[in-house]
């Protein structure tokens, strides 16, 4: 049988304590992962101030967290889902909620989501104009009618 190699993971450093967890929500992710998945892993906490010579050759970008499967080190990559490149399981249970919000919020308060809240705005874009989220979505005239008779209560 193959050996399977431990995973290994970089994180950054906390400010001002070099050997302590720090404070990055990718690395907490990654992290949190493997706790909850329960796999063992080594943890490389990266002083930022003075990264390791060994850390920048596995990551030119010098970029955490970093993971280690099977020998090979892969960077997190980013992508408009809140996973990344693809829709996952996350995006489809939290892309309704927003929809089934912001139509009636809109139409009985006057209320929108702020305009400064950019990646809000493009991450909702992207969900919504998917052609499964069309087909699949009340129109919204609906989801106004469902909520009249309990706002003018
Ligand atoms: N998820 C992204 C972003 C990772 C990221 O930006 N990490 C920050 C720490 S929170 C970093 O390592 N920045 C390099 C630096 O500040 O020197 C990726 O892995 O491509």
């Avoid at 193959?2 to 967890?21: D, F, M, R, S, Y």
């Amino acid at each position: 049988m193959a050996e399977t190699k431990a995973v290994e993971v970089c994180v950054k450093a906390a400010t001002g304590a070099p050997n302590v967890l720090g404070d990055c929500k990718f690395c907490h992710r990654v992290i949190l992962t493997l706790e909850v998945k329960k796999v063992p892993y080594k943890l490389h906490i990266i002083n930022f101030v003075d990264k390791p010579q060994w850390f920048l050759e596995v990551s030119p970008e010098g970029k955490v967290p970093l993971i280690k499967f099977d020998d090979k080190w892969i960077a997190e990559s980013d992508g408009p889902y809140v996973n990344g490149e693809k829709i996952s399981a996350v995006d489809l249970s939290l892309a309704p909620k927003p929809y089934h919000i912001e139509i009636p919020l809109e139409h009985f308060k006057g209320w929108k989501i702020p305009e400064n809240l950019i990646h809000l705005h493009n991450y909702l874009k992207l969900v919504f104009s998917l052609e499964t989220f069309e087909k699949t979505k009340a129109e919204k005239k609906y989801v106004i009618a469902r909520w009249k008779p309990r706002i003018e209560a």
